[in-house]
């Protein structure tokens, strides 16, 4: 809020509009909007099947898609993930996608491959990882493969960092994690986003998400059926209506 008591406007750093996508002949993705600012942890919220990973996938350009995205302003071509990924849209996919043979310390370093051989900001990307998951410093030998869900999902994140985003996108963090690990890798990505890294937060836990998130987008069927401000949410009796519906 600001002194005059009106919500602020926060400049959409990731901006989608009428984002469409389909699988074969079923169309997964109806017409979303989204946006996700400066300092901005926005949650996605919604049943099995209701098309979130689909509309991740769809912003990074991963599967066919209409519509478009702004991001800094600019629209991002629909077909390119590796473009996107380079100019700072990041995606952490459900299951993770760390390479389970290769050492922590690897998998981190694949995250920064494009900076190439500048040792002093691999360094320093390195420690920032730290910062967030002093866990992982200790296990960076460790095959990551051998590590626990929790230890797997720091790393997956910790290797988005590493690559220096500009916006981050989360599929399903806590997916099988237990509370107090869950709770641990939520409030990093609170923090994250405190400290201005937009961050769009795919998540079945409502009343966790809606703790972290300035803004809840809830999609049904592959709608956004309601968008929510989680200081006005009463009970999450409230919520259920969207889910059963
Ligand atoms: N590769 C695919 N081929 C065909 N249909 C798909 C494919 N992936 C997803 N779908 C369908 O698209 C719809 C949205 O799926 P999506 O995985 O995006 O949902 P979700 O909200 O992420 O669900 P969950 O909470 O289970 O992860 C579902 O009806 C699903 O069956
Ligand atoms: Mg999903």
């Given at each position: 809020m600001t002194a005059a008591g009106t919500l602020e406007v926060v400049p959409p750093v990731l901006d989608v509009r009428g984002l469409t996508a389909r699988y074969g002949h079923v169309e997964a993705l109806k017409g979303v909007d989204l946006t996700a600012g400066r300092g901005e942890l926005v949650a996605v919220l919604g049943p099995n099947g209701a098309g979130k990973s689909t509309l991740l996938r769809a912003i990074m350009g991963l599967i066919p898609n209409q519509g478009e995205v702004r991001f800094l302003d600019k629209s991002l071509p629909r077909r390119d993930p590796a473009g996107a990924a380079n100019k700072g849209v990041v995606l952490v996919p459900e299951g993770r996608g760390i390479f389970g043979p290769m050492t922590v310390l690897e998998n981190l370093e694949l995250g920064a491959f494009a900076i190439g051989r500048d040792k002093a900001e691999m360094e320093r990307r390195l420690n920032r990882v730290f910062e967030l998951f002093p866990r992982v410093k200790e296990r960076?030998?460790?095959?990551?493969?051998?590590?626990s869900g929790g230890e797997q999902q720091m790393v997956a994140v910790g290797r988005a960092m590493m690559s220096d985003p500009k916006v981050l996108l989360l599929d399903e963090p806590s997916l099988g994690l237990a509370p107090r690990v869950t709770g641990e890798i939520l409030d990093t990505l609170g923090a994250l986003s405190a400290s201005g890294l937009p961050v769009v937060l795919v998540e079945q836990k409502a009343p966790l998400a809606l703790k972290l998130a300035c803004r809840a987008y809830l999609l049904s069927l592959g709608r956004i059926v309601a968008t929510i401000n989680p200081r006005e949410v009463k009970s999450h009796d409230e919520l259920a209506q969207y889910y059963f519906a």
């Amino acid at each position: 809020m600001t002194a005059a008591g009106t919500l602020e406007v926060v400049p959409p750093v990731l901006d989608v509009r009428g984002l469409t996508a389909r699988y074969g002949h079923v169309e997964a993705l109806k017409g979303v909007d989204l946006t996700a600012g400066r300092g901005e942890l926005v949650a996605v919220l919604g049943p099995n099947g209701a098309g979130k990973s689909t509309l991740l996938r769809a912003i990074m350009g991963l599967i066919p898609n209409q519509g478009e995205v702004r991001f800094l302003d600019k629209s991002l071509p629909r077909r390119d993930p590796a473009g996107a990924a380079n100019k700072g849209v990041v995606l952490v996919p459900e299951g993770r996608g760390i390479f389970g043979p290769m050492t922590v310390l690897e998998n981190l370093e694949l995250g920064a491959f494009a900076i190439g051989r500048d040792k002093a900001e691999m360094e320093r990307r390195l420690n920032r990882v730290f910062e967030l998951f002093p866990r992982v410093k200790e296990r960076l030998k460790q095959v990551a493969g051998s590590m626990s869900g929790g230890e797997q999902q720091m790393v997956a994140v910790g290797r988005a960092m590493m690559s220096d985003p500009k916006v981050l996108l989360l599929d399903e963090p806590s997916l099988g994690l237990a509370p107090r690990v869950t709770g641990e890798i939520l409030d990093t990505l609170g923090a994250l986003s405190a400290s201005g890294l937009p961050v769009v937060l795919v998540e079945q836990k409502a009343p966790l998400a809606l703790k972290l998130a300035c803004r809840a987008y809830l999609l049904s069927l592959g709608r956004i059926v309601a968008t929510i401000n989680p200081r006005e949410v009463k009970s999450h009796d409230e919520l259920a209506q969207y889910y059963f519906a």
